[in-house]
């Protein structure tokens, strides 16, 4: 039997209710060397016969992988605490399934043969900052060979274990603890499924999503998924009651940034939309702390893996020029990495720049990076807080 068996008879019992998904992470692995600044993404120079304003998504793609034993891969992301599952995005002039087969590569250095498409799942801007679509596709039972050949890109991943599926699910984030039920159905019923927002589009379970995971429950490949249906909807109606209860109290929104520092400078890129610097940074998802969003962003936009270090200051949108729809803390954070940056949807160049040199900024960026600056060059204490005291001293 090859080193990942697509046979449906193959597979041994216990691993009828375990999978790996890989969705979701970095890709690269620090295995390629990526220019670093002023190149343009192959998928913003491909679109140049398509309006300025055509609809763009991101697209991610995984495989669901099988131990002997029916257990579900996990893998320790450097860039942020605890444990996630191996994946990354679909980069330009790549099918999802090729995406899948180069993320297997250097995830976890396997060269394996994909099978079926088993879902495809729609996130939307309610439960991302982005639009996505994510694919899953089968990738087989892995035997001890393959296990053992094993091998993590050190500057991204610092181990990988196997759990059983309800363990695993219980420790993955809330979208993909929400997919991966409806995707190991689909490997069960022979078929693929179409989820939004990690369930089946009018489905119960799709009326609201949440930031809890669900608890956990077993699904065998001839089991429905009631039951996990059935936990995960009774805490989304806890979660809409907590929200009910809480409407009227208007709070700010949390956003996070970070910075990478090289000799007193800091790593800012210049956006997609707007043409201006800024620090790489977004809004934080539900389940997630500000350090683990920031470093998620300047992944996303950046493509750079960094360790959060420090606190460096939080700012008050109000008091600080930044042009938000709604009031905002942002958090800005220090990271160490030694990735260089390479293009995205929301970045087409990148520099280190010192207070001598800064590009023209982003409105929301042109105070705050200056007093950021300080910081890292041991010019001003850390972290900044807005204190009326301070706020006076500017």
């Known amino acids: ?69 029916g257990q579900l891969l996990l893998v320790k992301p450097t860039y942020r605490e605890g444990w996630s599952i191996p994946g990354g995005v679909v980069e330009g002039a790549e099918s999802p399934r090729q995406a899948c087969a180069r993320e ?18 729609y996130t939307s801007l309610t439960t991302s900052p982005r639009e996505s679509l994510q694919y899953i596709f089968d ?23 196997f759990a059983p599926v309800d363990e695993a699910i219980a420790l993955l984030t809330p979208r993909l603890a929400r997919r991966v039920p409806h995707a190991l159905a689909a490997l ?85 939309d707007s043409g201006l610097w800024a620090m790489c940074g977004g809004l934080a998802e539900i389940g997630e702390t500000l350090a683990e969003a920031a470093a998620r962003e300047l992944w996303e936009e950046a493509r750079v893996r960094g360790r959060i270090t420090r606190l460096l200051g939080l700012f008050d949108s109000l008091r600080w020029g930044m042009h938000t729809k709604v009031h ?7 990271a160490e990495s030694e990735d260089e940056p390479s293009p995205t949807s929301e970045a087409t160049e990148f520099g ?25 060059r041991g010019e001003r204490p850390a972290p900044y807080v807005d204190l009326p005291e301070m706020i006076g001293a500017l």
């Open 352 to 376: 280190f720049f010192g207070p001598d040199d800064l590009p023209p900024l982003s409105p929301s960026h042109v105070q705050r990076v200056p007093i950021v600056l300080g910081i890292v």
């Open 139 to 161: 990738g087989g039972v892995l035997d001890e060979d393959a296990i053992g050949r094993i091998t993590l890109p050190p500057a991204e991943l610092s181990a990988f274990r």
């Open 188 to 272: 069960a019923a022979g078929s693929a499924t179409y989820l939004e927002d990690g369930a089946p589009p009018g489905s119960a379970s799709a009326v609201a999503t949440t930031g809890q995971r669900p608890v956990a429950g077993h699904v065998g490949r001839n089991e429905h998924l009631s039951p996990v249906e059935s936990q995960t909807e009774a805490q989304e109606a806890r979660t809409l009651e907590v929200f009910r209860e809480n409407l009227a109290h208007v709070s700010p929104v949390a956003g996070a940034e970070a910075v990478v520092v090289r000799d007193g400078r800091i790593l800012l890129h210049r956006r997609a």
């Open 1 to 69: 039997m090859s080193a990942n068996s697509h046979d449906r008879a193959s597979r041994p019992a216990a691993s009828r209710g375990a999978v790996v998904l890989l969705l979701g992470g970095p890709a690269g692995g620090g295995k390629r060397q990526r220019p670093r600044i002023s190149v343009v993404e192959e998928s913003v120079a491909s679109s140049a016969f398509a309006p300025p304003d055509y609809p763009k998504k991101q697209m991610g793609t995984g495989a669901l992988f099988f131990d002997g034993a």
């Open 328 to 334: 905002l803390y942002a958090a800005v954070f220090e």
């Open 104 to 121: 297997v590569r250097e995830e976890i250095g396997l060269d394996v043969e994909l099978g079926r498409l088993l879902a495809v799942d």
